[in-house]
Structures are given as structure tokens and as C-alpha cells.
């Protein structure tokens, strides 16, 4: 039937120590495994399957690639073909070329970003397990969060002549991946340029973002939390565990989401965020930001637009 | 591609302007249209289409019929020979049958409840609109819900030997309409009787759910609030209003949901609830709850089950 | 200048080991000492004072007494005059009698309870510290209750010509100890009987509390909670730790205040309570509840008393 | 017995159309009187006195005087002797001076501010009553602000060897006043300059608050909510408002409180805030900040001092 969700992101950092600390004790995650290559492997306490992120030791920050879970092996090779007819090259790559994953179709987004599809991950459950669960664990750590929900890919745009690989991306994932459009900024003299993009496959605001900019990169992967207060508490933990915040506790107009972001150590900005916002749908209407009022889109409260905020990014 | 999501409930009301009053000031809906017979059709703030609550009056409380929407009009042709396929007769109702809504496929569930599936209701957009819109209107009243979340049916069952029509609901759900399981409650000598389902479509905990009672009937019908702090709130309005609270706020164990039940002036059960809970995935586990545990289940705080929440539905 | 506030209750308990786990797992409270006769003294985080509760070995559970702290010693030696003139003997108890306390001033109010005044506690600090504090400690347990916040106790009452020990307590807590009354509720044929009373020695609704019944005892010792989020935080760790629930979440008309009701394993009643309701000023009008609207008073959800609220004591 | 708590703040404003429009819709305040000279009042909807608020004409911000209720009309006289034997010149102006309101002792701080002293002032009641009062009347507005809780003064300040205003004006407060100090900071090589104070004659953590800085001025006047939760309302209701934010929603590390600050239409700096933070007490110890983490104590998620801050005010 197509993707289920994001499945795990790969990060690059340039101190293992100090992520693996961040992850664990600002964010709550649990390290599941490592690897000879020195890769760490970490999953949140309501995820099921092995890990939803892989830390790989580099001299920079930066991620190497996003991976989404499909529902069936099969689907692997229906998607190979409407990729590969959208004009994407794609490679499989075979089962165990990450650790307790199936095959994995690999290919880059128009933006240039690495992208990988996958059927299988070792289940694991979650903290609470399946049979009369309690609705949350005892011993979390940080801000407790509850997976891996999105991640914001900066991508490369020079309008009005040059590239503008937020739209090229917008149509693959439309076209090639069955996604579906909920929010967009429409900016330029005749207001018709795709500057940002939220989709989603699920039934949650977005499950994939892109945002133009002077080159491709990664803006922030984010994880859920379940309400306002828990932004709160994360926002405390960061504070004590001197996380270096980018924007303290706010609201984006775009999703309606309550959020925070912050830096792990190697400079990868992360997002806490709650709130369902709205339940997304095919048939809900598309969410159309003007440029005036953009700053509104980004920061609700403020209507600011934070030069730091679109510039820096890994 | 198949079911979207609920689009709406039609319930029978004694005393409309009690009803409408009740469903304005309590539950914060507004009157879009009525016609010629007396039915009253409202919707939430956050829906776009035209109605998600008719109500029709009556010398009596009750379920007339529950809907779903699809996303495309030849889904309903699909649809109908897979139901029928399945065993479930249909009837394809045509378009203007109801107001503003194209043509409808009706059937019964194995547990006498009518269905129906439609793919057009008129779009009239939310009430904050699709360009630069806030994340909430002015003018709110009551408990402001955003949206009918589910319902939940009450399902003739008799045990061992006789009929189960939570389990035949449950396969009709899952086999001919596509839904997943979420959760369940199994009970008898051997743990493996289903007294109760819960099921989605989306990405939510639920989108219908199925109880096992004495006989068919209505259990309740949910709107959706946005935290735990609007389900406190919805309370107080509930108590201005004067309206009989059937169980106050906790949490269930069952969808993690926050919650309250309350009763309409026709005593037709309402609840409101708070909490994605979580994201509800084809390959996440099936949440079992057993029969010694379910009380924690339905309420997670006291662990006791209250016998008029089970025994008293319309 | 006067009582500053309530400064510990001392409780029976039949079992300490468990009630110890309790008031610890349950509430959040660290023992901070223990004596030779078994005894056991335990504060909250955000208390300075040495203990705000002792737990006494017993067979059977109720309180020994409870006591309020005073600014200065001097200000024992005043008190004793004012009470002893209002008609009430005292005895001064020297230094040590209880461990890490000066003097206490012991006398038994109207109603029969034992009540003691003190003005030295050894100050051992809050967990956060004093100097750049954070907002709240690492390694908080269970419901991570700020502090001890009030009693409210059952005093023998037998309207319209027994006793009404009630407002002899209240008459004594303004006159003898300069107490405030914040609420009350008046019954009986003329509307002119306090069944209950809410005074207040800060600015909080109320520091200690009387109802009105066949013989006085115990009804609830109360700890204060940031907030309704921490509310339902409270209510999921007591169904974890299968504590007995006696009143699930919901909201007190009187004083505004989002409360739990449970019990210790002896059955002492405990609150978790949230939310400041209001600013108690000694000029804000009393505010006067009718024996009409008395269930909308204790549970202004429902508005239903609940027989074993009033009638379970100990 | 003294002064009770803040009564109210007397601000300038040059456009008294858009400031009441901005006291009524964004903080949610009412207009009770207005009169001939211009002048506007206005009370929160939990406040039982006439007002908390004057709004005055003029052609630039500023505050005219912060006024502080006292118990008793003879407190008047007890506390003129006082302030006079402290060293401050007092006047006391005849009842009517302000309308609805009793005598006034009029004099001003050492750091220049006016300050007023009164008993009495016209009891209007809150809008929930006080007989089976509601927690919360219907038709709020805006961020349904609950009363006037605190004054932040700018104070005078040039140290080593000039003056230090903040550190008059506390010893005033403290010695003349009975107030107490509940946070301080503390800066300079020695750590024993008084850069900032905190104090309070109730038991929140402060009425009135002092800042050094290079002149004398008002930093804000603060409103009270009761939850995080509608801090996040109350930022959404300013956004809706297009009001000018200044730091949008965190937590102070001093007195914990969950805040927002933001400006009148004349730029008069206001604060929503929410959260007892805690049970200030005459014996708790006080908090200090020192110099290298002021920061954390003003914004405590970002530990950043921003520089508008603590540099515009009126």
C-alpha cells in the first residue's frame, strides 16, 4: 500500500560521547545497539522496531540520509518502478546492509538528499508492551519523547530562474510516493513559488518538510511529545543540561504546533514539539502561506521571522 | 484507496431545541443548515464539510446511522462488491438522499447497526480558513471541540455459544473496509473471545470501536479536544450547563485517551477526549487488554468498572 | 506576629513499611529521619524545614495532631495567652519533645483534635538549594508534591441543638490565632449553620478546613501540585502503584481547587490538589455555599455528593 | 496589621482608545468607570475592589504611581509614623482624591517612584460572585487575566559608588513596610551588591520587584493566569491581536514563574504570568542570583540576557 511513516534518520555528529548523552538525557532515548563501526543506534520509548536513529561518527554534523518504513517487502519493488518512471535512480540494497533491516531501496530526492525505503526492522516493542499497558513508562529520562516524528530538509532554490528543489520535491513525494500536501508558502511577484512544503503520508501535519533555501541540507529532525507542558519540562531539561536552545517555547502557525528548538552537541538542531494540530487528510484544503505573513507562519506569537532560524542548518 | 475517515453520526433527539442547545453551548458545534422535516445538521469548528451531526427528532435516543467518507466517488463501486463480497448486502442511496452529499452506499453491520459510505459532502472550510489561518477562531463557545473523532457501538454478544458481533464487526472492518486493529479486549475461559475492538483507518487510537452488550445499540459518540487542560475546561462547561456527567475526567487506559461521558438532554451518551494517545500504525503491535485487567483498561485511575457506563446506552 | 502556616501532621499508620513507600513512591517525600520508638519524619522537595510529616506505628489509622508554625518564639508565649483567655488550656512542651523542634505549644481545639504550635524546626533547605536555583529537582518519585498544604478535619457537629464544633473552630481559628475565613457552607432551615469552613492563615484558599459530622476524626491531609497537567500525573502513578482511589480528578467548586482524592495504606485520606484557585485576602468577601448547591461545592463536576466522601474518615 | 497587597498602577498612555481596547481584549479587563478628567478604570474578573488599573492621558508611557492596599483606615496613621521615622516625607490626600477610594498617603520611594497607601477603595464584587460561585465567569476575554499581581520597577543604580536605589528601596520596603525579600541579585567583585530585589507582603514570591538600571522607570506591570496552558492562550490571543511581544512564552528561573512580556500601544511593558511558583514564607531562606548566572534567573531556558530587555522601558 505504500510508506507507513518515517523510520529512522541518520545523523552525523563529531563527538559520539556527547550525542549519545544528549539523546539520552535531553531527548529520553534508549541506546538499542552499536556497531563495530562505532554507529550507535537509539530508539524513544513508544517505538516499536529496533531504532528510529542512527548516530555515525564523522568530523562534521549533518545527516546522511532519512529512511520510511513501507508496509509490505513487495512494496519495495512497486515503488522502485514508480520512482524510477518519476526519473529517479534507484539502488536495493541488501538485507543486513544496516543492522537488523531488510533491503532497503536507496535513491537521492531532487535536492540531493540520501532517501532510503525499507519493509522490515527488528520489532522490539515498546517500553509498555502490548498487554494491558500502563500509558507510560516508569524511568523515563528528559523530555521523555515519544518518537521520531518528522524531519525538515533545507533544499536548494534560486527563484525565479534557477532550481527550486522544495517544488521538485513536493511533486516527487506526490507523484512517486503517494504523500499528500498539507501546508505550503507560496512566495514571488505572482505568489506561485513553492518555498516550503509540509507533507504527510499518515494523518499528522507532516511527516516530511522542505524548505528553499541557498543549498540543500538538514534544518532539524523532530520528536513528539504529548502536550504544552511537556514543551515546558523539555524546555526545563535543556536548561539544565545547558542544551543551547535556537527558539524557547512557541507556536508555529504552520501545523499549529507547539515547539522548541535546540542544538545537540555537533550542532544538528533538534525539535521538541506537541500537539496533534489537526487530523490531516486528502481532502482537508491545502494551507497556503503568503510571504507577508510568513513570519506568522513560522513563530505565531512573535510574527518574526529569526535570521538564525533559516541560515543555520548542517 | 478506500475509507477516509468518519464523516458523520445521525442521532434521534426527543427535544431538538434542548439538543441543538446542548450541541452549540456544550459541545461548541454550530448550526449549519436544517430542513423541511426537522433534521438539524451541525459541524465542528475545525471540519470543512458541510455537517458531521444530524440530528432528527424523535420519540426516542438513538443511532440512526454512522458514516464514512471516502476519497473518491468510484471507491464506492469497489467498496460495494467487496462488502458484498463479504457477505454484507448494500444499497446505493442516491445523491441527494442527504443534503449536500453526493450518493451514499448503506448497508448493516453484522451487529444490525446501518453504515453508510459517501465521497462528496459540500466543502464549506474551517472556521479559520486555509490562507494564514490562526490556529483557533474567535468566538469559540463551550468546549470548542475540533472534531466527531468516533464512536463507539454497543454489540450484541452472547457467549460461548452464541452470537459475537464484536468479532464479526471486527473481521468486516478489517477484511472489507480496510481498517486495522488497534486494540481488543479478550475474555473467557480461554482469553481468546472478543468483547471488544477497537479500529482504525487513520493514524488514530480509533475511529470506530466495537463493545459486546446484551444488545446493539449506541455507546457514544466523541469529539475531539486538543489537551488535558480542554477536557478540564470542558467540564466546567459542562457543570455551568448543567449537563448530567456520566464518568469525569481521567484517562483510559484503553487509547490512553483523556476523557470525559456525559449525556445529552435525550440521553444519547457524549464524550469528549484529549490526547493523540499515540500514532496508531498498521505494524504496531495489537494492544491485548485481559479480562482481569479491564478495568484499568476502560478507566486507568480507579480500575473499576462502573456498571452503568457498561449497562446504560442508547 | 502569628501563625506563618501548617507545619507538619503527625499520622498513625499500621503498616510503616508500607506507608513509608507510600508517601514516598506514591507523594514523592524523602524520610529525612527516624527515631528509636520507630517513628518516621519525611518532607517534600520544595519544603525547608527538617519534616512536614511523621508517621507514628498504630493499629489503627487517624491523626495524633497537626501543627502550625509560628514566626517567633516569643510568639508562643503571646499565643498562649490569646487561647488560653479564649477558653482553651494549653501546655507547653519543652524543646526535643519532638526531634529537631523547639517548644511546642499543645492544646486541643473545640472539636477534640490535638493541635500544636511551634517556632523552630531544624532548616535543612529545599532540594533545589538557594542559590541559582532550578525550578524543580532531578530524581523527583511519584507525584513530586511541593508541600504539606492543609487539613481538613471531621468535627462533631449535631444541628440544630447539639454541638457544632465546627464553628466553634472556626470562632477560635479568628479570634484566638487571627486566622481568615475564606468559604463556608451554611445549612439548616434559616441557612445560618456552618457545616463547613475554609480558613486561611496566608493567602492560599485555605490552610485548614472543617466539616461537620457525627464524631470528628480525620478526613484528609493535602499536598499542593503545580498544575492540573501534574494532576493526571499524579492519578496514572497511584494506578501504577494500585494505590486505592476514593475521587478521580475533577475540580472543587470550593476554592477553584483540580484534586485527587486516595488513601494511605491504612486508610488515611490523602489530596494531591493544584492550582492556587485564587489570591485569599483577608478583604476578599467569604464566599457562601447553600445546602442546595453543596454538591456542586465538594465536586462541581457531577455536583453529586458521594456518600463515602463525607462518611469515610478515620 | 499593614499593607495587604497591590491595589493598584496608575499608567500614562497617549492613545486611550487603543490602550483600553488593548486592557480589554488582550488581558481580558473590564472598564467599570471613566471620568472628566479623561481618566479610565478598569478591573479583572477576579478582583472585587472598583479597579486595579487608571489609565491617565498623556503624550508619552509611564507609570504615575502604584498604590498598595492596607487592612485598616488607622493603618494609615501607623504607617505614616513609620515612613516618616525611616526618613521619607509623606502626604496623605482626602478621601475622593481618586474616586471610590479612601484617603491616600502619597509619598515616594528613594529610587523617585510615587507610591500611595489606601484602606479603602468601593467593593464591587468578582464577576463569579460569592454565593455557589462558578471557578470562572462566561464572556471572558482575551487572556481572561485574573488580577493585577506585581509592579517591576526600574531603579536608579550606579554602582560601586554611586547610588543603589534597588537597595533603598528594599531596606524601605523591608524595615518601613514589613514586606520580605524572597529573591535577590546579587553582582560586583564582592558579590554583595544588591543589583535586583524581590519582595512580598503575601505569600507569592512578589508584589514588587526592583531593577537597577540607569534611571529610574517602570519595567512592567504583570497580570495573573492560572496555568502554562494559558500562557500559550494568552500568547495566541496576543498574536490574533498583533501585539508587540517582547519575550515570548518561558520560565524565570527567579520565582519560576511561566511568563510572556509585551507592550501596551503607548509601550508600557506587561507581563502575563502564570504559576504560584511557590509558598513564599517570612522563613523561607531567600534565593540568590549571582552575577554569572543572571541570565538563567531572568530567562531560564536560554540562560541568555537579552539586551532590549532590560534596556527599554518607560
Same mark, same amino acid.
Given at each position: 500500500m505504500g510508506v507507513l511513516r518515517i523510520g529512522h534518520a541518520s545523523l552525523k555528529v563529531m563527538d559520539m560521547a556527547a550525542a549519545v548523552k544528549h539523546y539520552e538525557n535531553v531527548l529520553g532515548l534508549k541506546t538499542t545497539m552499536q556497531d563495530k563501526a562505532g554507529n550507535v543506534y537509539l530508539k524513544c520509548?513508544?517505538?516499536?522496531?529496533?531504532?528510529s536513529l542512527i548516530l555515525t561518527p564523522s568530523d562534521q554534523a549533518g545527516m546522511n540520509h532519512v529512511a520510511f518504513k513501507v508496509e509490505r517487502d513487495s512494496d519495495l519493488d512497486d515503488l522502485k518502478m514508480k520512482i524510477e518512471d518519476w526519473g529517479v535512480k534507484t539502488t536495493l540494497l541488501p538485507e543486513g546492509t544496516l543492522p537488523s533491516t531488510g533491503r532497503m531501496l536507496q535513491f537521492r530526492l531532487p535536492s540531493g538528499h540520501e532517501m532510503r525505503l525499507y519493509a522490515m526492522k527488528e520489532h522490539v516493542g515498546t517500553?509498555?508492551?502490548?498487554?494491558?499497558?500502563?500509558p507510560w513508562p516508569d524511568g523515563l529520562k528528559g523530555a521523555g519523547a515519544h518518537w521520531l516524528d518528522h524531519v525538515l530538509l533545507m533544499c536548494e532554490m534560486n527563484p525565479p530562474e534557477g532550481v527550486n528543489t522544495v517544488a521538485d520535491n513536493t511533486r516527487f513525494f506526490i507523484e512517486a510516493l503517494d504523500f499528500f500536501l498539507t501546508e505550503q508558502v507560496l512566495v514571488g511577484p505572482s505568489g506561485d513559488i513553492q518555498a516550503a512544503t509540509w507533507l504527510s503520508c /499518515?494523518?499528522?501535519?507532516?511527516?516530511i518538510a522542505f524548505v528553499g533555501g541557498p543549498k540543500s541540507g538538514l534544518h532539524h529532525i523532530s520528536y513528539f511529545l504529548d502536550s504544552w507542558h511537556d514543551v515546558l519540562k523539555s524546555a526545563d531539561v535543556m536548561a539544565k543540561n545547558k542544551v543551547r536552545i535556537d527558539v524557547a517555547p512557541t507556536r508555529h502557525g504552520i501545523t499549529r504546533g507547539e515547539t522548541i528548538y535546540f542544538f545537540d552537541p555537533s550542532g544538528n538542531r533538534n525539535e521538541t514539539f506537541a500537539g496533534l494540530g489537526y487530523l490531516a487528510q486528502r481532502d482537508r484544503p491545502v494551507t497556503t502561506w503568503t510571504e507577508d505573513q510568513l513570519g506568522s507562519g513560522i513563530f505565531?506569537? /512573535?510574527?518574526?521571522?529569526?535570521s538564525s532560524f533559516t541560515e543555520v542548518y548542517t
Open positions: 520509548w513508544d517505538e516499536w522496531d529496533k531504532y517500553e509498555v508492551g502490548s498487554v494491558n499497558p500502563d /499518515t494523518n499528522t501535519p507532516h511527516d505565531y506569537h /512573535t510574527g518574526e521571522l529569526v
